[in-house]
């Protein structure tokens, strides 16, 4: 399986939306709503934000949103803060008992 | 509550095995499924496999058949994660995370990690 596409890196300004892009295929982003995403800090494990597409696990901020569009999922974050400063990373269930993650995407709030 | 605890960091010669253990505890250890996840340093996040706690099957990432194998230990609820034929390649920081609840429909299938390990490195060099 190939990794997700997502852009290497995303910025905005304090208050400001910013939206990551995921894409795949039709075998695994397309083909499924398993679609999770992951903030990772430096030297720290990866938290989940967003599983099944849409769905925010408790304690996550309800300005974190996700959404898919065909072969492309989106992770939005609706009004950035500081702390929202981490690597992003999607991933999705790819058939056959697989799993497939993306590149990563670092944000950076200016 | 929650938490899963790894083994410590390892320093391997080409060729050697690791063995990365992932204690959990909080939580009936075999009611979810666990995954295994690496990051090679400044590089992103590689699926490994998934290990289903009751029964013990597994499904590996097809770039690591033959050389990766998990198992678990319901009496001590530990899953461990075994990588032979070691290379260069493969120094990395290994995760393991927890999934879905077995009995979730389709859980097996949901990239649902909610809690992680606090990562292993793993160091490969002659």
């Known amino acids: 399986q190939s990794a997700l596409t997502q852009p290497p890196s995303a910025s905005g300004s304090p208050g400001q939306p910013v939206t990551i892009s995921c894409t795949g295929t039709?075998?695994?982003?397309?083909?499924?709503?398993?679609v999770s995403w992951y903030q990772q800090h430096p030297g720290k494990a990866p938290k989940l934000m967003i599983y099944?597409?849409?769905k925010r696990p408790s304690g996550v901020p309800d300005r974190f949103s996700g959404s898919k569009s065909g072969n492309t999922a989106s992770l939005t974050v609706s009004g950035l803060q500081a702390e929202d400063e981490a690597d992003y990373y999607c991933?999705?269930?790819?058939?056959?008992?697989?799993?497939?993650f993306g590149g990563g995407t670092k944000l950076t709030v200016l | 509550q929650v938490q899963l605890v790894q083994s410590g960091a390892e320093v391997k010669k080409p060729g050697a095995s690791m063995n990365v253990s992932c204690k959990a505890s909080?939580?009936?250890?075999?009611?979810?499924?666990i995954h295994w996840v690496r990051q090679a340093p400044g590089q992103g996040l590689e699926w490994m496999g998934i290990?289903?706690?009751?029964?013990?099957?597994?499904s590996y990432a097809q770039k690591l058949q033959g050389r990766v194998t998990m198992t678990r230990d319901t009496s001590t609820s530990t899953v461990y994660m075994e990588l032979s034929s070691l290379k260069s390649e493969d120094t990395a920081v290994y995760y393991c995370?927890?999934?879905?609840?077995?009995?979730?429909?389709?859980?097996?299938?949901?990239?649902?990690?909610?809690?992680w390990g606090q990562g292993t490195l793993v160091t490969v060099s002659s």
């Open positions: 099944e597409v849409t």
């Open positions: 039709s075998s695994d982003v397309g083909g499924y709503n398993y």
């Open positions: 290990i289903n706690p009751i029964g013990g099957s597994t």
């Open positions: 995370a927890r999934g879905p609840n077995y009995y979730e429909s389709s859980g097996y299938r949901k990239p649902n990690f909610d809690y």
């Open positions: 991933s999705s269930y790819a058939g056959s008992n697989n799993v497939v």
């Open positions: 909080g939580y009936t250890f075999t009611s979810c499924y």
